[in-house]
């Protein structure tokens, strides 16, 4: 359309040129011609003439004069026509010469058409070409492409897209074959998973016809897989509860209607078709499509029967004791606050709390071997006389509980009159060796409201402790009134209170001086570290109102580390504790027997005066004579240990002991500190002066100092000069006083 878009135009001017050339022609003809213009001879002429100009497309020309009028061709109304008039010069009459063309539009309609069917040949033979060409490029590899899928489909699963084609398509089939080799392999490793996988994995289908099952699933439930297809589930997994036997609806189809995992655990069994249990846990979880439509459900059967027993036998070694097969001590303070928490208006019960004695004997002569086999054989004796329901427990050591319920006083008391005769009179024998062993047994009533359980045990505690203390192998019946545990209560209450100093930080040091007698301007400071204890209320407590407490409930270790740190720390930042110009100093630390027996307080001192750049040259350390020589071989290692880093040593109390004198040579001290109760009344008794002076004469001799203790006046200090005594502590001197902890931080 774009190319006849002008065609008119064209034409119009080329058909009025055309018009002009054949009138000019006509004319000149008319002009050159000498025959008669009316005759025939003329016409056919004229007609011949103008035949001849066909080269200018025109259809017709009409000839006209007077009368005489033809035409060279049949003339259509729709003819364009050109008109000329012609004169003729001999007559002078005109001539009119039309010529007529094609209607333009039918020419333009022609063209067009020409057009159209050359433009549609020429798509023709372009498509026939392309259809070749798209052919060979596209359908060809379509249809091979298609070919190989259906052959896919079908189940040869080794067919591959040709990759070898550089197009589109080869890129097409590798990225196909790709996809396929990947979903082979995640369906090689999901089989090899199932496969591996321990548990019994089943696969069903909505209506719960089995559609896989794995090889842990073919042995637990003794069927093959090909066997198990297409049978319903509930066939092969028939569950029950452990120990009431009632069945178990298969989880399977909960998940199917509510279309989320169930899981079964608990006491849970599978029954075999050989009626075999076996313990186990089952899921069932439903598989939902991308439209999360249900295709089915995946159940995993565990088999726990291991994991069960092991936690049957994991329970039962948690509550029994590995000895001697009876009740430990948490079971049996469970059982107690059961009881307590049950008891009904009126109900009695009874808890006895039983101790061995000289039991240590035997496992210091026989060993450990011997101990524990003694242990043995008593809970089975202990046993024979319990009643239904009365439970026997190992409390821990050589410690014994029985909790007698629903019994009164007077029936418990029997019952551990009859225990303690029977381990009375029992003889243990141990190759060539037999002892014999007592109990002491302790009985606390339990009433209804006695719901404090560490109460109840602590007052049994108390009870035996009464009647060891009464002299061993005899029962005491616990009775608040005793004046034995007032002081035992005082002891625990002290326990607690100790303990929560220790977490709270509310010990408190004091220092007091050990001046030098001999030397009165010696230039050094010596302090003993002396320790106090401060309560919630701020009052200050003396050692002698918790040292026992901590002693009997072996707590010394930790306040002796306590001490330690402190004073290392308080040597290192207190201005109190520090000396100027040529002045030396000591400072003096009480260890008590526990650190002394303990192997790792020579680790712990090493690393505290690392750890607050402490000069151990300056520490001195005093332990009591008869801490040191009861744990001799452990005193006597600990002191040459602590020598050889600098420290010093000093023999507490010296005096006190029977042997003082002989056990002195194997302890390397640097100072004796004699005992103040010599020298508080060696002014007036003449005794104790000899003693001050005996030790003082020993002392110079194998070149250790010493020290007086308890100075209370001047008399006393003058006589301690004379006697040639070195140096001298107490109040008369110098009061204790407290370091200040107000501004220290244990920033190190």
């Not at 008593?378 to 329901?389: D, E, I, Q, S, V």
């Not at 029997?414 to 029977?422: P, S, V």
Request: net charge negative; with cysteine.
């Amino acid at each position: 359309f774009l190319f006849l878009h002008s065609k008119p135009e064209e034409i119009q001017v080329k058909n009025s040129g055309n018009a002009g050339n054949i009138y000019h022609f006509i004319e000149t003809f008319l002009r050159d011609n000498h025959l008669e213009l009316s005759s025939d001879e003329f016409q056919k002429e004229f007609i011949r003439k103008v035949h001849s100009l066909k080269e200018y497309e025109f259809q017709a020309v009409r000839f006209r004069k007077g009368e005489v009028h033809f035409t060279t061709a049949d003339i259509k109304p729709d003819y364009m026509v050109y008109s000329y008039v012609f004169t003729e010069p001999s007559t002078e009459k005109n001539i009119t010469i039309e010529i007529y063309f094609q209607n333009i539009d039918r020419v333009v309609s022609a063209q067009r058409k020409n057009v159209i069917l050359s433009i549609g040949l020429i798509v023709i033979v372009f498509g026939m070409i392309l259809q070749k060409i798209l052919q060979r490029i596209i359908t060809v590899p379509i249809w091979k492409m298609l070919d190989d899928a259906i052959l896919f489909i079908e189940g040869n699963k080794s067919i591959r897209f040709d990759e070898t084609r550089n197009d589109e398509f080869g890129f097409l089939a590798r990225f196909i074959n790709e996809i396929i080799e990947s979903i082979f392999k995640e369906k090689e490793r999901n089989y090899v998973t199932l496969q591996s996988i321990t548990d019994a994995v089943i696969s069903v289908n909505t209506e719960g016809a089995i559609q896989y099952l794995n090889p842990a699933g073919e042995k637990l439930f003794g069927i093959s897989n090909l066997k198990a297809e297409g049978v319903h589930v509930d066939e092969i997994l028939s569950l029950i509860e452990e120990n009431t036997l009632e069945v178990i609806p298969n989880p399977f189809h909960d998940s199917i209607l509510t279309r989320t995992p169930q899981r079964i655990s608990g006491h849970t069994a599978l029954v075999r078709e050989n009626g075999k249990k076996i313990s186990v846990e089952v899921s069932s979880a439903p598989m939902k499509s991308m439209n999360d439509t249900i295709l089915g459900a995946v159940i995993i059967i565990q088999d726990v029967s291991k994991t069960r027993k092991l936690t049957q036998q994991l329970s039962y070694q948690a509550s029994h004791d590995s000895l001697t097969g009876l009740y430990n001590r948490r079971k049996f303070e469970e059982k107690l606050t059961q009881i307590v928490q049950d008891m009904d208006p009126g109900q009695i019960h009874n808890l006895l709390y039983m101790d061995l004695d000289q039991f240590k004997i035997v496992n210091d002569t026989c060993g450990h071997m011997a101990g524990d086999e003694l242990l043995r054989q008593l809970a089975g004796l202990m046993n024979t006389n319990l009643r239904k329901g009365d439970t026997l427990a190992r409390l821990g050591g050589d410690e014994f509980g029985l909790l007698l319920e629903n019994c009164s006083l007077k029936d418990a008391v029997e019952i551990a009159e009859k225990i303690r005769i029977q381990v009375k009179e029992y003889r243990f024998n141990w190759h060539d060796k037999s002892f014999e062993i007592g109990s002491s047994t302790g009985i606390v009533t339990i009433l209804p409201g006695d719901k404090n359980i560490s109460r109840v045990m602590s007052a049994a505690d108390l009870a035996c402790y009464a009647a060891k203390e009464g002299g061993r192998n005899r029962v005491h019946v616990y009775e608040t009134t005793d004046e034995i545990f007032a002081k035992k209560h005082g002891e625990m209450h002290w326990a607690t209170v100790i303990a929560e100093a220790l977490k709270k930080d509310r010990f408190v040091l004091y220092r007091q001086a050990i001046l030098p007698i001999q030397q009165r301007h010696e230039d050094l400071m010596h302090w003993e570290i002396l320790l106090r204890l401060k309560d919630e209320s701020g009052k200050i407590f003396s050692p002698d109102a918790f040292l026992s407490a901590a002693e009997r409930y072996s707590l010394m270790e930790e306040i002796d580390k306590w001490v330690i740190k402190n004073v290392f720390l308080s040597m290192l930042e207190l201005e109190c504790c520090k000396v100027s110009g040529s002045t030396k100093r000591i400072i003096a630390i009480n260890l008590s027997g526990a650190s002394l027996c303990n192997k790792n307080i020579y680790d712990y001192i090493v690393n505290m005066a690392q750890r607050y750049e402490t000069n151990l040259n300056e520490v001195c350390f005093e332990v009591t004579e008869t801490v040191a020589i009861t744990n001799l071989t452990f005193a006597s290692q600990l002191i040459n240990d602590l020598k050889k880093l600098g420290c010093k040593f000093a023999l507490d109390d010296f005096g006190s002991g029977l042997s003082s004198f002989g056990y002195l040579k194997n302890l390397p001290v640097d100072y004796l500190k004699i005992d103040g109760s010599f020298v508080k009344d060696m002014s007036t008794d003449p005794i104790d002066q000899a003693m001050v002076e005996a030790i003082g004469r020993i002392g110079h001799f194998m070149n250790i100092k010493t020290i007086a203790e308890w100075v209370s006046d001047e008399k006393t200090l003058n006589m301690l000069e004379n006697t040639g005594i070195d140096y001298a502590q107490g109040n008369f001197l110098d009061d204790p006083k407290p370091l200040d902890f107000e501004n220290i931080s244990d920033s190190k």
